[in-house]
């Protein structure tokens, strides 16, 4: 088993099998507390046609995604799809969410982990000051360069003090 603290959303690149592995740390539409933090998830992300992954595992829904961290009022988010315009650019394309980024801007969350782009980053978001990270591509994908890669976050109360970004 995985320790207590490991907590996963599933992407779009997961299949139905993805909670039979994971099902008991999944984050996804769900709340945790990691001492005096709390967490709430909300993986997958909008349709992409990928005609050799027939299985997804769930429906991705803006208005859900919104109500859920909203609702929850995270102290951490942490979402599969990232707010729309942070490190959400692929091929000159954004890939973000306007949910999240409506739940950033009007709840500002201290963090918000996401993924979805396989490209590490952080960014600020200039008026709230929550920080976005993408840790990147921990897994292979396809004969995409840049995976390996992982980030360690500290944090001291509501307050993030160090981003570092590591790579196998």
């Not at 603290?5 to 779009?12: A, E, K, L, R, Y």
Request: charge should be negative; charged fraction near 20%; include cysteine.
């Amino acid at each position: 088993g995985y320790p207590e603290t490991f907590m996963m959303v599933p992407g779009n690149w997961d299949t139905t099998h993805w909670f039979n592995y994971f099902g008991n740390v999944s984050l996804h539409n769900g709340v945790r507390n990691f001492g005096e933090l709390s967490f709430a998830g909300y993986g997958e992300a909008q349709e992409i046609p990928v005609f050799f992954l027939p299985t997804r595992i769930i429906g991705f829904n803006e208005q859900e995604l919104y109500r859920h961290l909203e609702g929850n009022d995270p102290v951490v988010a942490v979402t599969h799809i990232p707010p729309y315009g942070y490190l959400d650019l692929s091929n000159n394309r954004h890939l973000g969410s306007f949910a999240n980024l409506a739940y950033i801007d009007e709840e500002s969350p201290i963090l918000l982990i996401c993924g979805h782009n396989h490209v590490q980053g952080d960014e600020e978001h200039e008026i709230v000051k929550t920080r976005i990270i993408n840790p990147g591509n921990l897994g292979r994908y396809f004969d995409h360069p840049k995976f390996g890669t992982w980030s360690e976050v500290e944090l001291n109360g509501e307050e993030v003090t160090s981003i570092i970004h590591r790579r196998v």
